[in-house]
């Protein structure tokens, strides 16, 4: 990659093919490895105005969308698609930031396969997801467990809630792909499945402990975020650890299903916990609506 390249506005010699769904970023990397040089070195001989790939996949600028369609002879629309910058700001909060959280392993092999080792589809950055959209097979933990071959199905202690949990997964999908069936919209109902309360500890209610209103429906959820209580904020979805996934989901599933749930569980939380449940509660109808009105039947 020469310096009498750089003011070339021919497209590279060599153009990758991106695998199914690929983030732009992940494209990106692997052009730069093809040619030898680093992420950022390619992000500065291709002039975007940032030597970080990543920040393309959520912030993507006109003139970046142009001399990417240049050099990488790209259209411009398939170029969008492969960010998350058309996301709407309620799915925007279920994109995992930072490193990969999930992958399916079956298609990482065939990647390799075909001579995109190291590629990343889009759907390794989405929250709500246990499954692979491409084959169906279960994703696996890259962050607690990057050297097992098991998936998250037998690796969450939650894996036993797995058909619950995938009816929970489809529920965000056909709500986030515009079915107006819902009267509570299922991503309120995460943040609100993962607001914090106490509860009553101890014969006569002394010494309150740490819970969380989906622990109402899944007592070992309680049990297992404990530990990690810094971890599991309602206000930040997509930082839950993807062992828990399958839980969170579950109960969505369930809360979507019966309603009535939901009244059980706000009589479980006390205090801020429950004015916060109530709130997300409300929230969740709020958008439900909003949801129904921009995407008329
Ligand atoms: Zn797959």
């Known amino acids: 990659m020469t310096n009498d390249l750089e003011n070339d506005h021919r497209p590279l010699p060599v153009v990758l093919r991106p695998v199914a769904d690929e983030l732009l970023s992940s494209w990106l990397v692997r052009h730069a490895a093809y040619y030898g040089v680093t992420g950022p070195f390619f992000a500065k001989w291709l002039r975007l105005g940032t030597p970080n790939l990543s920040t393309l996949d959520h912030r993507l600028g006109l003139e970046q969308v142009a001399r990417l369609s240049e050099k990488l002879r790209c259209d411009p629309v398939t170029l969008i698609a492969m960010t998350f910058v058309g996301a709407t700001s309620q799915s925007a909060e279920l994109i995992c930031r930072g490193r990969v959280p999930q992958m399916c392993r079956a298609c990482a092999d065939r990647h390799a396969r075909e001579g995109a080792s190291g590629a990343v589809p889009r759907h390794w950055r989405k ?71 106490w509860r009553p500890f101890g014969a006569n209610g002394c010494n309150p402990i740490i819970g969380w209103a989906l622990g109402t429906l899944i007592p070992e959820f309680d049990e297992l975020a404990r530990p990690i209580k810094r971890r599991i904020n309602h206000a930040a979805v997509a930082s839950l650890p993807i062992s828990f996934r399958p839980a969170l989901l579950a109960g969505l599933s369930r809360a979507i299903a019966d309603p009535a749930v939901l009244n059980a569980i706000r009589d479980e939380t006390i205090l801020r916990g429950r004015r916060a449940f109530e709130r997300l509660r409300e929230q969740a109808r709020i958008d439900a609506h909003a949801a129904a009105k921009s995407h008329p039947t």
Do not use: H, K, Y
Not at 174 to 194: N, Q
């Open 127 to 197: 929250a709500w997801r246990v499954t692979c959209p491409a084959c169906g097979v279960a994703l696996s933990d890259t962050n607690e467990r990057p050297n097992t071959r098991e998936t998250l199905r037998e690796t969450s202690p939650f894996g036993g809630l797995w058909r619950e949990a995938l009816a929970g997964e489809a529920i965000i999908e056909r709500f986030l792909r515009g079915d107006c069936s819902f009267e509570l919209s299922p991503i309120a109902l995460m943040r609100a499945l993962l607001v914090q309360t």
